[in-house]
Structures are given as C-alpha cells and as structure tokens.
C-alpha cells in the first residue's frame, strides 16, 4: 500500500519561509496529478496547490504568488515552497493525489506566529 510522508513543518515568524516535503513510498508521484492540502483548527481541508504530470500548477487564490508546489519524480518527492508566511497560513500540511484517492499521511504541523 501507498503511503505518504509529510516533513518540514514547523513554526516560522511572519514572513518567513519553509518548504514542505512528501515522500511517496510507491512510484506515483510521475503517474499522477499532485496536491498539497491543508487543514486550519475547526476548519475543513482545502487544497493549496496541483501539479499535474506534465508540469502545470494551480494554486489557491489565497497562497498564489507566495507558495511554489514542485515535483521530483526520481525521487517519488513532492515539495511546497512557502514563502511570506502568514499567521493565516497556519494549519497542517498533508499531501495526496489530486483525487485525494490515496490514504492520508500524518501532515505536517506549519505554526505561523511572532
């Protein structure tokens, strides 16, 4: 069975910086459109960023500009470049398919605040 692991969490002042990684332990991060979701306390998970297999991207208005979501296929890795933090941008991290089809990894915790 798949699974998915979610690193490079943390807590970051206002402003600042991290990048996310999701390792896959099966060889699907080139065979299939990857997202980046985030859940905030008392709110439902939404997605933040797509990456198809040929490359294109999508965000959510609310991180456009500041996050940048890639893809290693060598190395089944998914990352999300997170830029200009927010203390809004605080939820936990987790990755999937974009179909969300496979089964949730654990996330990781971003903590944005002063």
């Known amino acids: 069975q798949v699974q998915l692991v979610e690193s490079g969490g943390g807590l970051v002042q206002p402003g600042g910086s991290l990048r996310l990684s999701c390792a896959a332990s099966?060889?699907?991060?080139?065979?299939?459109?990857m997202a980046w979701f985030r859940q905030a306390p008392g709110k439902q998970r939404e997605l933040a960023a797509s990456?198809?297999?040929?490359?294109?991207?999508n965000y959510a208005y609310s991180v456009k500009g500041r996050f940048t979501i890639s893809r290693d296929n060598a190395k089944n890795t998914v990352y999300l470049q997170m830029n200009s933090l927010k203390p809004e941008d605080t939820a936990v991290y987790y990755c999937?398919?974009?179909?969300?089809?496979?089964?949730w990894g654990q996330g990781t915790q971003v903590t944005v605040s002063s």
């Open positions: 099966g060889r699907i991060v080139n065979a299939h459109s």
């Open positions: 999937n398919v974009l179909s969300q089809g496979l089964p």
């Open positions: 990456i198809t297999t040929g490359g294109i991207t």
